[in-house]
T-cell receptor
Framework: GENVEQHPSTLSVQEGDSAVIKCTYS??????FPWYKQELGKRPQLIID?????GEKKDQRIAVTLNKTAKHFSLHITETQPEDSAVYFC????????????FGGGTRLMVKP | DAGVIQSPRHEVTEMGQEVTLRCKPI?????LFWYRQTMMRGLELLIY????????DSGMPEDRFSAKMPNASFSTLKIQPSEPRDSAVYFC???????????FGSGTRLTVV
């Protein structure tokens, strides 16, 4: 099955700084790469995703970049705000695995005001 | 749309009792997933359905766990008998086809004492 690792496991930044979280996966057949945000006590919510035929996607302050050769993709958050504090999960999907997402262990982002 | 609806939100039960968790997916979604979240193990996929048919139940911990989807708008996850190590947040999620991400419900926080 897919082996997914996220780094770092915790990240503390000052408000206004940028944050980058990296996700490494093992299956070269993976073709869908989403990021989920989970605030304390809430449900995971999809914040951005990218497919294998695209190298980068942006949505306001967040962006995802994909390097299929190296088998990793990253979440970039610019101009961080306290409300960005949450746990972020990557969850790549392999076409061979039906519709199953494999979630990484999560990265806890803390934005200090 | 009201989103994915789970009930109950909280459940406290005694060891050995039967527990039933319920989920109503988003209308029109053809995939339904049951996840369990704990601090130690993160987000684990238990089982998922496509068009009401179980596709992969390899994540179901043991025979004490069972899941059904009698129709497109309802699914249950049952634990019988429950044990303290089953304490976790159980999330239901649904998606439309394989091209899109998941929408999670608010979760059921289960405590077995």
């Amino acid at each position: 099955g897919e082996n997914v690792e996220q780094h770092p496991s915790t990240l503390s930044v000052q408000e206004g700084d940028s944050a980058v979280i990296k996700c490494t996966y093992s299956d070269s057949a993976s073709n869908y790469f989403p990021w989920y945000k989970q605030e304390l006590g809430k449900r995971p919510q999809l914040i951005i995703d990218i497919r294998s035929n695209v190298g980068e996607k942006k949505d306001q302050r967040i962006a995802v970049t994909l390097n299929k050769t190296a088998k990793h993709f990253s979440l970039h958050i610019t101009e961080t705000q306290p409300e960005d504090s949450a746990v972020y999960f990557c969850a790549p999907r392999t076409n061979n695995a039906g519709n199953m997402l494999t979630f990484g262990g999560g990265t806890r982002l803390m934005v200090k005001p | 749309d009201a989103g994915v609806i789970q009930s109950p939100r909280h459940e406290v039960t005694e060891m050995g009792q039967e527990v039933t968790l319920r989920c109503k997916p988003i209308s029109g979604h053809d995939y339904l997933f049951w996840y369990r979240q704990t601090m130690m193990r993160g987000l684990e996929l238990l089982i998922y359905f496509n068009n009401n048919v179980p596709i992969d139940d390899s994540g179901m911990p043991e025979d004490r766990f069972s899941a059904k989807m009698p129709n497109a708008s309802f699914s249950t996850l049952k634990i019988q008998p429950s044990e303290p190590r089953d304490s976790a947040v159980y999330f239901c999620a649904s998606s439309f086809r394989k091209a899109y991400g998941y929408t999670f419900g608010s979760g059921t926080r289960l405590t077995v004492v």
